[in-house]
């Protein structure tokens, strides 16, 4: 069976208040497609990479799929120590890339398959059957386990909304009940209400156009290595520019302070000791913010910028 392009929910401003729309949480973690046949599974990436194996936590799938084949859709996720995902200790695990590691990481960052959907079950294509059968036939065909579970399905968007910023998670989908399973997002049917968060980050670079400060490059620590998450220039007022340019001098870095090694002309590399607070919409796939804005420099020390993610009213 060829690849399926998983569905992206479009991003909406608003609350689909409509009752034609059924809604879900919105997990932060990394999009796993599973193809299962006759007590066999591979999971895919949402962009075709194959990570069977790296994901121990779904071995038991086959066992817990009443069928002899098909293919599900879910979000991997791994939880903090508030039991909340985290989308930097998700993407800890999506990092491995040698089977040896996979032992210490499954211990240090265990995920949890949420499951959404299913477009597949025993040869019979079910991406034209609407979304709310689709999510019955999963609910019958798939059983929980510690690791593997199923999301649940709400009716009042606003309420699940307001729990989900009071719990600080990402935000909510949207889905029309009637909806096909259509790949990519040519489609008006799925959509995302995201909440702002904020982060404290560390600067690490200053990227110039000529003698102007055009962006900061910044990161965060996964234990003792400095992983760059992006370049953000909204929010920079003239008075912060002024402020960076006088401490330059003295923190200026001989080489990339972040991990991997990265080269960036007309970057001025500095020593990771600024920190400031950044708020963001959501990650990329390629584990960057999106839409970045800098809310202002902080006194925090720069070891404590580990990822944490909080609420942002602005």
């Not at 034609?20 to 066999?40: C, E, M, N, P, S």
């Not at 999963?138 to 579970?149: D, V």
């Not at 002024?242 to 990265?262: D, G, S």
């Not at 990329?284 to 902080?298: E, M, Q, V, W, Y």
Request: charged share 25%; aromatic share 12%; with cysteine.
């Amino acid at each position: 069976m060829a690849l399926i392009k998983p569905m992206e929910p479009l991003l909406s401003k608003t609350i689909k208040e409509n009752p034609a729309f059924l809604h879900q949480i919105k997990w932060d973690g990394v999009r796993g497609i599973t193809y299962i046949d006759h007590g066999t599974y591979k999971v895919f990436t949402k962009k075709g990479h194959e990570r069977t194996g790296f994901y121990p936590e779904l071995d038991a799938i086959t066992t817990l799929f009443n069928g002899k084949s098909g293919v599900i859709d879910g979000e991997l996720i791994v939880l903090d120590e508030g039991s909340k995902p985290s989308f930097n200790r998700i993407l800890n695990r999506e990092r491995v890339r040698t089977t040896h590691k996979i032992a210490y990481y499954s211990q240090k960052y265990p995920v949890k398959y949420i499951v959404f959907d299913i477009m597949f079950l025993d040869g019979q294509d079910l991406r034209p059957y609407p979304t709310e059968k689709r999510m019955d036939l999963l609910h019958q065909t798939l059983s929980k386990s510690s690791s593997i579970t199923l999301t649940d399905s709400f009716d009042d968007g606003h309420q699940l909304y307001a729990l989900m910023k009071d719990k600080n998670y990402e935000g909510i989908v949207s889905k029309k009940r009637n909806s096909p399973y259509i790949g990519g997002k040519k489609h008006n049917d799925w959509f995302k209400t995201k909440i702002f968060k904020k982060m404290l980050t560390v600067i690490g670079g200053i990227k110039y156009d000529g003698d102007r400060i055009k962006s900061l490059l910044l990161g965060i620590y996964d234990e003792d290595a400095l992983i760059y998450i992006g370049n953000a220039s909204i929010g920079l007022t003239e008075a912060d520019m002024q402020l960076i340019k006088e401490y330059t001098h003295a923190l200026k870095a001989e080489k990339c302070p972040f991990y991997p090694i990265m080269k960036d002309k007309d970057t001025l590399w500095v020593q990771p000791l600024l920190t400031c607070w950044v708020s963001f919409l959501e990650w990329t796939d390629g584990a960057s913010l999106r839409h970045p804005k800098i809310i202002g420099f902080s006194s925090e020390k720069s070891m404590t910028a580990t990822g944490k993610e909080y609420t942002y009213n602005g």
